[in-house]
């Protein structure tokens, strides 16, 4: 079986590798998709964060005539962009840089999607944009998973969302300032929203173990997708680098964060490192976790694999391996 591992919606880069580069080159990009790979990641959706548009026309064609090559291509059925249709708020907008965003428009999301050939698969939008509404049922129209992320909505902005057809949240309880109002709030809106499935990054740093408990508790096992939002720093050791334009900081236990503004900057594990750190932290069973991090994400975007996905090698505590 050629595929082993799990899937990953949210992947940003691998060891010093960023999907957002404006120096991504086709090399790096193939070394950085065979690694994620061997590390345990079975099907990845490569993500693109909020970038100059120069980036954007660089870079979509050239993950696009990557991914199509037959070493990649039953890995790897599309794109994640991860804006540029954000919440410019501070704390919302979390490292995205604010300058590049943009307004929701059916002829921007066009744009982009004719820059890889229509791969993207998901589209991240904060809801109480300019123009959401008709982004959001245009992308759908277009066969686009539309999610929820960065974003200050309220409720009735997160509703209208889901009207238009957005399905998913983008590691819910993250993409938040540090003070929110304690009842009025993004986290609780899209929890409380049964028609979005959440994403969240179990990985012991961006969300406590109690508040992942609540999640999946509210939620429901069915309607839950863990995600690494693994960064470029990804696979990386503990020490200081330069990423999203500051300095961040990888401590021992795997937290990666901004040194001046304190915010998480994406993290540094992958989805196999992600699993098993759910699995220690929340003590589920292996059949949960493959719920959570093969079948519900596959189910998210309509995707099937021919003869399924195969298990990875365990060490001797039970916890997965790279293949």
Sequence with gaps: MSLRGFVDLQVNGYKGIS???SKLSEAEAETALRGLIADGTAILLPTVVTAAQAV???NLPLLAKVIARPEFAEHIPGLHLEGPFL??????????NPAWMQDGTPAAVDRLQELCGGRVRILTVAPEIEGSVALIRHARKSGIVVSIGHSAADEQDIAAACEAGATWLTHLGNGLPHQINRHRNPLFSGLAEDRLCAGVIGDGHHLPWSLLKIIL???????CTLVSDASSLAGMPP???????GQVVIEPSGRLYNLQSGYLSGSAFTV???VNATRAGLG????TLHRLAVANPLRLIGHTVPGGIGELPRAADGSWLPI
């Design 239 to 245: 020490g200081k680098y330069e990423c999203f334009g």
């Design 19 to 21: 999907f957002s580069s």
């Design 272 to 274: 196999r490192q992600v």
């Design 217 to 223: 508790r509210v939620k429901g096992l069915d309607n």
């Design 284 to 287: 589920l069973d292996d059949a």
């Design 87 to 96: 919440s410019r708020k501070e704390g919302s907008a979390g490292v995205h």
């Design 56 to 58: 954007y026309e660089s």
